[in-house]
């Protein structure tokens, strides 16, 4: 009996991530894996394999005259802009809901309220701003009503702008929600403390607000940047080809049965988030947060 309960002991945490490890082998290791063996593959005419571990896709796609540069270009600053106007947006938010609204009750609901438009698919969230946006749409027509404008706006569909107003749309909830879990950790005594010390308004969030929340900020980034980076939804559905991400470059090759070479600009992507991520690991802490 002791001998049992000492193996039960010694392998029962084992034995409980077995089947979280499992999952994570045959949903996201094992599809990896076939995505970087196929990078190593040449197609020729009609899909047919004349080669086998081979770069040339890699080469292919990170030589000069390639467009994953441009591709690059574009992901980086649509990614930078979207997560620079996600933070200002999720950090005033979050600020609202943490030091401004008292009771408890009302945070949570406002914090709920703002979870609703996830009961709904981000794409279907995406098309909802198509009548909004169009030359026709309620904007250009309040605008042409009001007489603030003679003809509708060009630049609200089918451009950067829309692209980036549907990721802040969608995305913003994903920089308030890591913010507003680091904010309410705030231990108020030291507010008060530094308000005691004639700390002024600005000083608090520079010195004690904007430090304590940067595991949030961490990792609301992570979050921005990866799910940004890797979209090519918003951009077919909304940019009217004016944009061309490198996530989009790979759903090209793919839908040209061009395998090998997507995998492989697939791969050179996730090699970039890992990169990304591994460097805002290196700069916060986050792992004390978690």
Known sequence: ????????GRFGAYLQI?????????????????????????FGP???????FVIDNYVRSLSFDSSTWPALADTIRTTAITWA??????????????????Q???????????????????????????????KEGLINGSLIGLGITDEPLQFLLFSDFAVILSYVHVLTLFM???????????????IEAAKDQGAKGWQILLY????????GIAIGTIFIVALTASDFVAVRLLSGGTSGTLATAVFNQYAQSRYPLSAASGIILLILLL???GGIMRLVDIRKQL
């Open 275 to 277: 990169l990304f991520v």
């Open 18 to 42: 077995t089947p979280l490890v499992l999952i994570l082998v045959t949903f996201l290791i094992a599809p990896m894996v076939v995505i970087l063996l196929y990078s190593f593959f040449k």
């Open 1 to 8: 009996m002791e001998t049992e309960q000492t193996v039960l």
């Open 176 to 190: 308030v929600a890591p913010l507003f879990n680091v904010m309410a950790r705030i231990d108020l005594r030291l």
């Open 208 to 215: 004690i607000i904007i430090p304590l929340s940067r595991p």
């Open 104 to 134: 408890l009750r009302i945070k949570i609901f406002l914090f709920l309220l703002a979870v609703v438009p996830f009961w709904t698919s981000g794409v279907v969230r995406m098309i909802a701003w198509l009548p909004f946006l169009g």
């Open 46 to 52: 009609f899909a047919t394999q004349i080669g086998v």
């Open 85 to 102: 106007i996600t933070l200002v947006l999720g950090f005033v938010l979050t600020y609202y809901l943490v030091f401004d609204v008292i």
